[in-house]
Structure formats: C-alpha cells, structure tokens
C-alpha cells in the first residue's frame, strides 16, 4: 500500500500545494475581479481554520491516489489519456455537484464558480499525471 498510494499520494500533495500558490497568484492577475470577491464577509479571513487551506492538497491527493490505485485499469490509453481521465472523473462526480450547491447557496459569481471547477479539474488531471508515473 505504501508504494502505491501513500509515497504518490504525498508527493502530488507536495505539487499541488505549490500549484495551488501558482493558481492563486495567476488567478489574482488574470481574474482581478474575482480576486476582489474573496473580500467578501462570506469568505473567512486571519482564522485559525485557515491551516485546512494548506492541508487540502495533501488530503485530495492522497483520496486520489487511492481512487487510482482501486480503478486506474478502467483508464485506457497514453499516461496523458488517463490523467485527463481521471481529471473528468473528478470533475464530474465530486468538484461539479460541489460548485453546483456552492453557487445556489453562498453569494459567489458564477465566474469564481467556474475557476474552482477549472482548478478542481487541474489538480486531479495533474495528480493522475504523478500517478500514472509511479502507479502505472
């Protein structure tokens, strides 16, 4: 178990922390406007919970690792195939619905909707890359 999920599990954590600073600051400079919405009261800010915010790479990445290890023989073709696979996989069974109840409950754009479900979609896509590697 450790070789399959745990190691590639941690190591997309390692990367998709990083991705998710890279996001963050591309996004603040392509999408101003949503940046601007992240002032809004609904959006917590200097709370003690904001450490989940750093964690939640590591947390996805090891579910992920998991999900590829039980079901990567139904992902068929090249790695990037199969990353892209698991990246619409994730898409559309967990980050979809959640954007969907995020956007009819909580006072949000829909363009700030639709960069999560972008940014859902890149980190499942390139930690299936990571694990297709090492998790063949």
């Known amino acids: 178990m450790t070789k399959r999920i745990l190691i590639p599990g941690l190591i997309a954590g390692v990367v998709l ?30 709370d003690e919970r904001n450490i989940l915010f750093f964690i939640h ?48 409950a909580i006072d949000v754009s829909l363009t700030m909707v639709l960069t999560w479900l972008l940014y859902g979609f890149i980190q499942a896509a390139v930690a299936g890359l990571i694990f297709a590697r090492m998790n063949p």
């Open 17 to 46: 922390l990083a991705l998710s600073f890279a996001m963050l600051f591309g996004a603040v400079k392509l999408f101003p406007n949503v940046a601007v919405e992240y002032y809004n009261p609904v959006f917590r800010s200097g």
């Open 57 to 104: 790479p590591f947390i996805l990445s090891l579910a992920l690792a998991w999900f590829w290890d039980r079901f990567k023989g139904l992902f068929t073709g090249s790695m990037l195939v199969r990353d892209l696979e698991l990246g619409i996989v994730y898409t559309l069974v967990a980050t979809l619905p959640a954007m969907w109840i995020t956007f009819s």
